[in-house]
């Protein structure tokens, strides 16, 4: 048997008389009389330091050219668009289905061209724009590229790049220090763009 502690005996009677105490107090006005001092102190500092911000509405715009096949687009666009089409007969694209090719001018009058290539691994497959350009900086940086054109098989709509190509287009005109014509084909019709940033108003940069 556990002896009593004294002191319990000798105190609860004291804590009885505190707890009944506490228990009749008027709670609920002593609180309405205590809110407004938090409630105060943190309208105040809302009021006052809240900063003021102000939006600036803008609006992005840029030029482009849409035309009609063959008879809207100029000799040298017909034939970079033609060139664009042979190309998409190199694509590798077992997967998809969607032959893409690209041909770029240069400043010397020389056509490339370059094909999309697909991979079972899909990341690893690469756009038709993304292989003329790299291999064209790898080898041949020196002679600039003055216009692209881009086709594709099926040729319903007209191609246009995907954002990582967009990308690498306005890398290609930042390296070269001069902008390029940009020509989406399909089979009825065309867009012409006069630089890569036309296609990217926010891009990437380090």
């Known amino acids: 048997h556990t002896p009593r502690n004294p002191l319990r005996r000798t105190y609860r009677p004291m804590y009885r008389r505190a707890r009944k105490t506490c228990i009749s107090l008027p709670a609920v006005p002593i609180a309405?009389?205590?809110l407004p001092l938090f409630i105060l102190p943190l309208t105040v500092g809302m009021t006052e330091h809240a900063p003021t911000r102000k939006a600036m509405e803008?609006?992005?715009?840029?030029?482009?050219?849409?035309?009609?096949?063959?008879?809207?687009?100029?000799?040298?666009?017909?034939?970079?668009?033609?060139?664009?089409?042979?190309?998409?007969?190199g694509a590798y694209a077992p997967f998809s289905g969607y032959r893409v090719g690209a041909a770029a001018r240069l400043a010397s009058g020389r056509i490339i061209t370059a094909a999309n290539q697909e991979s079972e691994v899909f990341p690893?497959?690469?756009?038709?724009?993304?292989?003329?350009?790299?291999?064209h900086l790898a080898t041949?940086?020196?002679?600039?590229?003055?216009?692209?054109?881009?086709?594709?098989?099926?040729?319903?709509?007209?191609?246009?790049?995907?954002?990582?190509?967009?990308?690498?287009?306005?890398?290609?005109?930042?390296?070269?220090?001069t902008p390029f014509r940009i020509i989406m084909s399909s089979g009825q019709s065309a867009?012409?763009?006069d630089s890569p940033a036309c296609l990217m108003p926010f891009p990437f940069g380090l």
């Open 191 to 193: 867009t012409v763009v």
């Open 124 to 135: 690893a497959g690469l756009c038709a724009e993304r292989v003329l350009l790299f291999s």
């Open 58 to 89: 803008k609006q992005y715009t840029f030029p482009y050219r849409q035309y009609t096949l063959p008879d809207g687009a100029t000799p040298e666009e017909r034939l970079l668009i033609e060139e664009a089409r042979k190309a998409a007969q």
């Open 140 to 177: 041949d940086p020196e002679d600039r590229i003055t216009a692209l054109a881009i086709a594709s098989v099926p040729d319903d709509t007209e191609c246009c790049p995907c954002g990582g190509c967009r990308q690498v287009m306005l890398d290609t005109m930042r390296r070269q220090g």
């Open 32 to 34: 309405k009389r205590l």
